[in-house]
């Protein structure tokens, strides 16, 4: 019995440390929509996004240089990328993995700038 109950708590122990929890923040403008995914565990948190050019140019701006700034209560982060053909430019990791920094909250607002062909739209990304 006494093995029993330990294997037990060893693993409701085991289960709550390996927990995450898997945020998603979507928005569109005019020409975007956007899409950041933000992977928590219990001290660190994981960043990635999507960008997508809906607009009627496509053709124009593949594979130029885009530059977005992404901007929420826990910090500002910018870049550059190239579009793909298919309009995407995508992230695996906007943000160093982070430890102890602070976390993006469920109801927090994204604000994701981007830049193109001398334009400027902003998205707003709240939680799905």
Do not use: H, P
Request: proline share 0%; with cysteine; hydrophobic share 35%.
């Amino acid at each position: 019995m006494k093995r029993l109950f330990a294997f037990l708590f060893i693993t409701i122990i085991l289960l709550t440390a390996c927990q995450s929890k898997t945020l998603y923040f979507e928005g569109a403008s005019q020409n975007w929509y956007g899409k950041i995914r933000v992977i928590q565990t219990e001290d660190t948190q994981e960043q990635n996004f999507t960008l997508k050019y809906e607009g009627s140019n496509l053709k124009s701006i593949t594979g130029k240089e885009i530059k977005y700034r992404i901007e929420a209560e826990s910090g500002i982060t910018e870049g550059m990328g190239t579009l793909s053909n298919g309009g995407v430019l995508q992230s695996q990791d906007f943000g160093d993995m982070c430890s102890g920094c602070a976390f993006i909250q469920q109801n927090t607002v994204i604000t994701m700038t981007v830049e193109w062909d001398e334009e400027t739209e902003s998205i707003e990304l709240k939680n799905e």
